[in-house]
Every structure is written in structure tokens, then in C-alpha cells.
């Protein structure tokens, strides 16, 4: 890998080892608050918001700007969703504060890849980038958990600043007060991202031309007959994954009686499995195989169901694990088969801003029917059976969708595919 790839890296890691642990502190402020679940659950989508209503702009203003500068202030925005989190304001509107701050930094997180690094290693790096954020997953999660638990949040509300009263009385005010560190830990890896050679595209400040900009991306990648089939894949599993984290938190505590800290180690779980999945993708696939995976998400929707019939930790364990493999297995190679294609239709940032808009949009639609599911009075369990069969049948429909492409524009799919195979093998 290039010079610069491992910065990338390690300010990725940091960023995201903070949004998973305020995502912990964020669900236990409002359940030690007496908030409803569905709020709990609303987290989720909440987040994912400004991905969707800004999906038109950051990926030009991530292309207008060097991808390390965009990184920082993103980082910076992030921060002070944390910090209004802390200091009173509604957590929902926090966390969406903190979800603008991750779809601005999104688009030049990924647009960098395809600027500093040849096709042949795409598929490679996005096992890195992937293996590395589901790493920060798993510890930010766990990092979550202890930060609100018995041990470490009496130590924080402990810690005395003489001269300073900062108004932080509770476990998970302490935990979000520690987590705003980390962000400024990744704001200095980001402040060392190397400038690469790709020239810098004009924003336009015309938001009618950026929308109408926007949409045609959308619509390019949308007919792409390789795009539509890994964006689609791509935009399901991301809708699941996202809203896995408080599904597992809300599904342990009513199977298994867990608390926010027990709940949040068998999040890191579903993580690990995902981690090792990717891991093991991004050395046995190859970039023109990708849609080899597709029944991999019809599987994942089915686990998902599975989860209803297990009411033990030590089955629990390995068949979270063997969930999260098969997500981290499948979206790496998809992941990066639609970023070669978007490469390949637009500009890097223009592309992932496309991909995170549906990603995203999955997440908040998916997210809203969950919390709708429990705000009508629907158990967990049954809002997790209903979940999982939506996730598989769409799955399915996706597998029909691209075997009808292969049947009707073979010749098309197969020129596309040559492309992929010539441009880099891993």
C-alpha cells in the first residue's frame, strides 16, 4: 500500500471507535432518562438523516477540497454534535448533529482510495478500510459499555478539575465527556493525510445544478447494469448493519435480560464476525466475481429470523458471529465492484456520496420501520422475525434482478465484467 494509507487508517479507526461508543452513551442516556424504546431505537435512522438530505453536496464539496482538509472539519462538526449531546440538548438531535459531521467525512474517507491506489488494490484496501472500521466497531461498542458500566463510570465522575464545574453527574455524560477525546485523536491523524495528485473539481454554488448534478450520478450508477446490482446489494446490507447494532442491544435484553454494558459485548460479537468475513473476502475474491455473493445476503436475512429461536449466550455467541461473516464477506467485494464502477462514471466523492444517499436512505427507512414496529406496541421478537424476512425477500429480489441482466444484456454485463477483470484481479 501506498505512503499515507495507513494515516487514512488510523484516522478512520479513531472517528468511528468514537461514533460507536457514543452510540452506547447515546441509548443509555435516554433510557436512564425514561425514554421511550422507540427513541432508543430512533438513533439509528436519526444518524443516518443528513447522509440523506446532503447526499447532493458532500460528495462535490469532498471532491472540491483536499480529502484531508474535508476529513478534519467533518471530524470537527462531529464534536460538537458530542458536545451539545452533552450539555442538554435531545439526544436524537445531537446524534444527528454527529451523523452531519460523518456524511461529510464519508465521501472523502472512501474518494481517497480510488485517488491514491490503483484498481488492481481496491478490493484489497476496502478489506483493510472495512476489517479496520468493523474493528473499531467491535471496540468502540465495547468501549460504549464499559464507559456507562459500574466500573469506569463511577472512576470518570470521580475525576476532579478544580475551579471547573463541567455539569457531568451522570455515567453516560462521563461517557460522552471521554468519548470527545477520541474524536480529537483522530482530528490529528487527519491533519497528516497526504494531498494526492487528482485535481480538485469546482464546487458550483448553484444548489439547483449540484441536486440536478446529483441525480444524474444517481441515475448513471442506478442504469450501470454492474452498478445498480452492487449498489442495490450494498444499500441492503448497510441498511441492516446499521440498525443490527440496537436490534442485537434490544433483542439481549429481552431473550437474555442483558444490561446496556452485557448487551453491547454481543454487538462487538456480530463486529468480529463481520471483521473476519471481510478479511477472508478481500484475499479470495476477486473484483469480477463479486455478484458471487448475492445469495450470501438472502442468508443473512434468514439468521436474522434465527435470532428469535435462541434464548441462550452460548449459542448466542457463535451464531451472532456467523451472521456477522457473512455481511463482512459479502459487502467487500460488492463494495468495491461499485466503487470501480462509480470510479469509472463520475468522481470518487461524487460516486460514495451516491452510494451513502441509498446506503443511508436504506438505514433511516429500515431504521423508521423498526422503531415503528416497536412504537405500536410490537415485541422484539416479533419486529426482529418481521425485519428479517423483509431483509431476505429483498435479498432475493436483488438475485432475480441480476440473473434477468445476465439473460437480457449478457453481452453488456460481460464487457463490463472484462473491464473489472483487466483493470485489477484483487
Known sequence: ????????????FFSSLADNALFVAAVELLRTGGAPEWQRASLVPMFALFYVILAPFVGAFADALPKGKVMFVSNTIKVVGCLLMLFGTHPLMAYAIVGLGAAAYSPAKYGILTELLPPSQLVKANGWIEGLTIGSIILGVLLGG????????????????????????TAPEAAIAAIVLLYGVAAIFNLFIPRTTAPLQQMTGSVLVLVRD??????RLWNDKLGQISL?????????AGNLRYIVLAWAAAALGYSTTQASALVGVVAIGTAVGAVVASVAMKLDRATAVIPLGIAMGVLVIGMNAISNVWAAAPFLMMLGGLGGFLVVPMNALLQHRGH??????RSIAVQNFNEQACILGLGAFYAGMTKVGMSAFVAIGIFGVVVAGTME??????????VHHGVEVQRLLTIARSDGGH
Open 146 to 169: 464499559q464507559l456507562v458500566g459500574p466500573k469506569i463510570a463511577p472512576w470518570l465522575l470521580g475525576l476532579d478539575f478544580p475551579g471547573f464545574d463541567f455539569g457531568v453527574d
Open 232 to 240: 442495490s446489494t450494498t444499500t441492503l446490507f448497510w441498511g441492516v
Open 214 to 219: 446529483f441525480a444524474q450520478c444517481n441515475a
Open 397 to 406: 429480489l436483488i438475485r432475480r434482478w441480476h440473473a434477468h441482466n445476465l
Open 1 to 12: 500500500m501506498k505512503k499515507g494509507f495507513s494515516t487514512i487508517m488510523s484516522a478512520q
Open 344 to 349: 469509472n462514471l463520475m468522481g470518487a466523492g
